[in-house]
């Protein structure tokens, strides 16, 4: 072998500080549950919280290109003459 000394306490301090981000990541992630099972409750669609989170997340430029591009996307396809479906055979 080499005569490189691995600093074993360090990789301990690295790992057992990763195995507690993990843990409260876990944590987090239950009351995040329980925050959404909360909404649901009193009626609230989730989904659209979801998608609600996910908006405010992008900045306003980035946003509005996604809701002009999905725009597009749709009148283009609304304009399309509709391809006729092969059945099965």
């Known amino acids: 072998m080499s005569d ?3 600093p074993g306490g ?14 409260e ?3 987090l ?3 995040k549950k329980e925050v959404f099972a909360e909404a649901k409750g009193d009626g ?7 998608e609600i ?4 997340k992008q900045d306003e430029e980035e946003r509005d290109e996604r809701e002009s591009m999905l725009d597009l996307y749709m009148r283009a ?7 006729k479906v092969a059945k099965a055979a």
């Open 4 to 6: 490189v000394t691995i």
């Open 10 to 23: 360090k990789i301990r301090a690295f790992v057992e500080r990763i195995e507690n981000l993990d843990s």
């Open 25 to 27: 990541i876990q944590e």
């Open 29 to 31: 992630n239950e009351q």
């Open 44 to 50: 609230f669609d989730v989904k659209i919280l979801k």
């Open 53 to 56: 989170v996910k908006l405010r």
């Open 77 to 83: 396809m609304e304009q399309a003459a509709p391809e």
